[in-house]
């Protein structure tokens, strides 16, 4: 699961969602594309935290978390 911010989006700029990330190799600091509010747009965003866990100790409930669309390594 990696924690991400969305920075240059001024609606939601200092928060943080949580995805499933299936990337290997994902690293605080990575731009990652995602799937933001009701509508899934797009985005480019920062990674600001990775944790390993179980679907079952996810970080936030696993059924309402999205999925990265790609991971771009810095």
Request: overall charge positive; some cysteine; glycine content about 8%.
């Amino acid at each position: 699961f990696v924690s991400v911010e969305f920075p240059d989006d001024e609606n939601v700029v200092g928060r943080t969602y949580w995805y499933l990330c299936r990337f290997g190799g994902a690293a605080e600091g990575d731009l990652v594309d995602a799937p933001l509010g009701r509508h899934n747009r797009i985005q480019r965003g920062v990674i600001r935290a990775v944790t390993y866990a179980a679907m079952e100790n996810s970080p936030y409930p696993w059924y309402l978390i999205k999925d990265i669309k790609r991971l771009i390594k810095l």
